[in-house]
């Protein structure tokens, strides 16, 4: 499956586009599958990393700095008693696996390097593409936590900044179960700010001071097998899930190997685990 020139138009255009059908059911059942599996593998006795786009300079830990290149687990911000046990399940308590899953576990891998994924990151004319970053995220019932209005080159920062978002419904994203939400053609009012390492931690360096326009927000709300299509630039956001049920998505992360990718962005990878194309 490629895209039509009025699907790119409307990409450019608006810096998004949704591709109903992209992925088949039995792709996201394979997917769902498999992230169970590696959750059920997963020990939480053996770390706890909390996951929130709240506070985010001081809630991010040396697990979540260092996850670029493994596959590792992050804890939904709700899911704790105040004694620190969890609420739930472990199963119903992680907001997201990252951050490479797309190199490291051979289902994810397959997917992630399939030949539509490929021709589609050639027909939005991402020049020798590498894939940077993938998450799977759960959303869960009733403590899906909210993420927070943003854009991705924000964190996956590269110069020039052409990078794309690969979202892939894994179930039906709903108002109710916290789908995304976007500005349409919020791509052309530049980028806000960047995300970078610095010897005090981590800090967020600020270009634009004026808020989001949050009233120019829709909702996109999809079916199991939809792909949602991001420009790195375009401000987009999701919203809690206090609904019973959850709102499963696989993400990818496209960057141009030819773009600048800077020594101060959160994600690195070690020198053994180079990014590697399709
Ligand atoms: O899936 C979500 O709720 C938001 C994901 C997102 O915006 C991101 O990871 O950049």
Known sequence: MSITQQELNNYQDQGFLVLEGFASEDECDQLRVRAAEIVHEFDPAEVVSIFSTHEQNRTTDDYFLTS???IRFFFEENAFNADGTLKYEKEKSINKIGHALHDLDPVFERFSRS?????LATAIGIRDPLLLQSMYIFKQPNIGGEV?????STFLYTEPTDIAGLWFALE??????GCLWAIP???????????VRSEAGMKFE?????????DQLV???VSKGSLILLNGLLPHRSFENRSPRSRHAYTLHLISASAHYPADNWLQRSPTM???GF
């Open 219 to 221: 909702p996109l709300e």
């Open 115 to 119: 030949r539509k994924v490929k021709d």
């Open 185 to 195: 053609g919020g791509h052309r009012t530049g980028l806000k700010s960047r995300w």
């Open 68 to 70: 670029g290149d493994k």
């Open 172 to 177: 039906d994203a709903t108002i109710e179960n």
């Open 148 to 152: 927070t209005c943003h854009q991705d």
């Open 206 to 214: 600020i270009f634009d001071t004026r808020p989001w326009p949050g």
């Open 274 to 276: 180079p990014l590697r």
